[in-house]
């Protein structure tokens, strides 16, 4: 029992960690038709902090990384917001 506390607490900080880090996007676990958490999840928000609408990843450190990799491919203002 104390393992499981252990890993949900572990996982509440990372998601806490993964949103004070990336405040352009929202950022929550899917849940599986199971019951169970699934996939991390990042929706963006703020146009300024990434390209893609949506990102998931396996898990929070895969996240991190593909949500670095996000702002590092935002350009050039997009004209269609001028």
Not at 41 to 60: I, K, Q, Y
Request: glycine letters at 6%.
């Amino acid at each position: 029992m104390r393992l499981v506390i252990k890993a949900e607490a572990a996982e509440a900080e990372a998601l806490a960690r993964l949103q004070e880090e990336f405040p352009g996007h929202r950022i929550w676990r899917s849940v599986r038709s199971d019951d169970r958490l699934g996939d991390w999840v990042a929706t963006l928000r703020d146009p300024d902090e990434g390209v893609d609408a949506t990102v998931m990843a396996g898990s929070a450190a895969k996240l991190r990384d593909a949500l670095v990799n996000e702002k590092a491919r935002v350009g050039l203002p997009n004209p269609l917001r001028l």
